[in-house]
């Protein structure tokens, strides 16, 4: 820290100087996931919509790709068999994102269950499957079923869920949109009462049934947040409920943001890490410049100066260190899931025997998600993270895939774990030997249980324990954050919110317009809060 503030002070008086007027309005974005790159993108829209001409945008991105956790790798390293290593669905309320795949021409497909005759769901508790239905795009609302089992819990759990995210998309319109602050926002929307509540309290306040809550929504929260519902705040629950609908972009989720990031007319540099973050005084408006310290894929290190900085990565784990007074609002570090996804493929199918079924079954399930055991601690904090008695979050079956070295057809599976996948816990999944090495010697005749492995680790979204604050997007003077949102809600659309929210600001600033503040009602009262969601 000190070291770094001595070097930038003493470089700051080298840098070349860079007046507005020759190089522009400087904005350094650094981070191109979701959050960066709808910023790039955004700050371009709303400068060319404002007549602001002199918007210079950098965007920073330490690795050799843009999209962040929105990732895709390939099935046995072919451009051809993408697959989503990270971010996987989206909804059409998702306006951000389905503007952007309309706009860009990208292809949507449906990202639904395995599509498949055989395609069956069921959520697995370690003992049992307490629920099974069929898999084939129906998503979480095949109703007929639900209703048959659980009355009347999924007409009030979803009623709920359509209050909730219909409140939620009121931060996309003025008045609540731009926002300098989060918590403001999130109290004047009345959605802190959601996010101050176990997502197990706010159903239970609105009598939506045990057994449906135990069974289908945990079963949700712990597949799109790796999280029981005792242990997750209301407002991500209700967004882990949304995904019916859910689509994908074909080939990569990740190209929606490559196409904002170049839309953006920013200096992409990949390859390009942030370091080091200094303030120094400005000669002119703005009052503070920022200087920043670079590493290149080579090692070179440079120091630029810019007029604005957004941080778009979650800072504890940026590797940035901010010198003294850089950062006005301290950024405070969350818990972070630690998600082991696991994608591989394989010619069988999983046994029978595995899941408590007669060999040869048919009713084995495709795809397994899972919910506490009876006997699991209710809070569901035994086991590695609360996995409880199943001791995974999920297993899909994606699809069929053809094996391009054998011109085999076989299963793409993706696995969803507090803990590294082992080669036994693959033996009892398959019912047959997976070596140590998870894929077996291709040298001999026989062909390996698994032919191809990829296993990837995430910080891959905040421990959502319930929380009435939230770390606003405006953390110094010109230096704005994204990541506060995450512990909000997760999700790619939520990321590209804030980032549009953030340019929106940044825009409004430089031309002195004091926008995003707290909503005003026409009373002229400085109190838009609404009415409560569901029962208290
Ligand atoms: C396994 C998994 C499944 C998920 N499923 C879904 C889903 O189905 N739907 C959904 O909407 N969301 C999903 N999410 C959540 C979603 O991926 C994230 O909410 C969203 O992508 C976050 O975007 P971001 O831009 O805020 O952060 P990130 O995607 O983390 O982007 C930050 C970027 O900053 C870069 N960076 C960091 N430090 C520096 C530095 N010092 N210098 C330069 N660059 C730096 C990083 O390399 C990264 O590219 C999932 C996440 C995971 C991990
Ligand atoms: C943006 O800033 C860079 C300096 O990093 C400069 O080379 C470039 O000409 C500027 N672009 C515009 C459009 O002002
Ligand atoms: C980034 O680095 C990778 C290797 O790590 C290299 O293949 C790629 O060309 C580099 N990209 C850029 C734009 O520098
Ligand atoms: C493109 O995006 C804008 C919003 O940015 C939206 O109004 C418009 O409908 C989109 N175009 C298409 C073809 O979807």
Request: charged share 20%.
């Amino acid at each position: 820290m000190k070291l770094s503030h001595r070097l930038v002070a003493g470089a700051a008086g080298l840098l070349l100087a860079l007046p507005s007027a020759v190089h522009g309005h400087r904005i350094a974005v650094i981070g191109a996931g979701a959050a960066g790159s709808s910023t790039a993108f955004h700050l371009r829209q709303f400068a060319d919509a404002d007549g602001v001409d002199n918007v210079n945008i950098t965007l920073f991105e330490k690795t050799d790709h843009i999209g962040g956790r929105t990732l895709t790798a390939h099935a046995f390293g072919d451009a051809n068999q993408p697959v989503e290593l990270g971010a996987s669905i989206f909804v059409q309320i998702n306006e951000i994102l389905w503007n952007a795949a309309a706009n860009f021409s990208l292809p949507l497909q449906p990202a639904g269950g395995f599509d498949d005759d055989a395609a069956l769901l069921g959520i697995w508790d370690g003992d049992k499957f307490v629920y099974t239905q069929d898999d084939r795009s129906s998503g979480w609302w095949n109703l007929v079923r639900l209703v048959w089992k659980y009355g009347t819990a999924p007409y009030r759990a979803n009623k709920l869920m359509q209050a909730t995210i219909q409140r939620f998309l009121e931060l996309y319109r003025a008045p609540y949109f731009p926002f300098r602050s989060l918590t403001t926002r999130a109290y004047e929307l009345e959605l802190t009462f959601v996010t101050s509540q176990t997502g197990q309290q706010f159903l239970d306040a609105n009598n939506v049934g045990t057994s449906f809550s135990h069974d289908i929504v945990q079963a949700s929260t712990r597949v799109n947040y790796a999280s029981n519902l005792a242990r997750i705040h209301g407002l991500d629950a209700m967004v882990a409920l949304a995904p019916s609908g859910a689509s994908q972009i074909r080939g990569g989720n990740w190209q929606i943001f490559d196409h904002m990031a170049r839309a953006s007319g920013a200096d992409i540099r990949l390859n390009t890490s942030i370091t080091h973050l200094d303030k120094v005084p400005g000669t002119g408006p703005p009052e503070t410049k920022y200087v920043i310290k670079t590493t290149d894929a080579f090692g070179v290190e440079s120091e630029e100066e810019y007029d604005n900085v957004v941080l778009a990565s979650p800072f504890q784990f940026s590797g940035i260190e901010a010198g003294d007074g850089v950062l006005q609002n301290a950024i405070d570090g969350i818990p972070y899931v630690k998600l082991h996804v696991t994608l591989f493929t394989s010619p069988l199918q999983f046994d029978a025997a595995f899941f408590g079924f007669e060999p040869g079954s048919k009713n084995v399930p495709t795809t397994v998600l899972t919910t506490l055991a009876d006997d699991d601690d209710d809070q569901g904090s035994s086991g590695a993270d609360g996995s409880g008695k199943a001791g995974f979050f999920s297993i899909s079956t994606l699809r069929r895939v053809i094996n391009p070295s054998t011109l085999r057809e076989e299963y793409l599976y993706k696995i969803f774990s507090p803990e590294a996948v082992t080669p036994e816990f693959l033996s009892g999944l398959f019912g047959v030997e997976v070596p140590d090495t998870f894929i077996g010697d291709t040298s001999t005749t026989e062909l390996p249980v698994i032919s191809w492995y990829y296993p990837h680790v995430f910080h891959s979204y905040p421990k959502a324990l319930p929380r009435v604050t939230f770390q606003d997007p405006v953390v110094g003077d010109g230096l704005y954050y994204t990541s506060g949102i995450e512990s909000f809600i997760s999700t790619m659309e939520t990321s590209a919110l804030m980032g549009k929210n953030v340019a929106r600001l940044i825009v409004d600033d430089i031309q002195g317009l004091s926008t995003g503040g707290a909503v005003l009602m026409e009373n002229g009262e400085e109190d838009g809060k609404k009415t409560v969601i569901g029962e208290l």
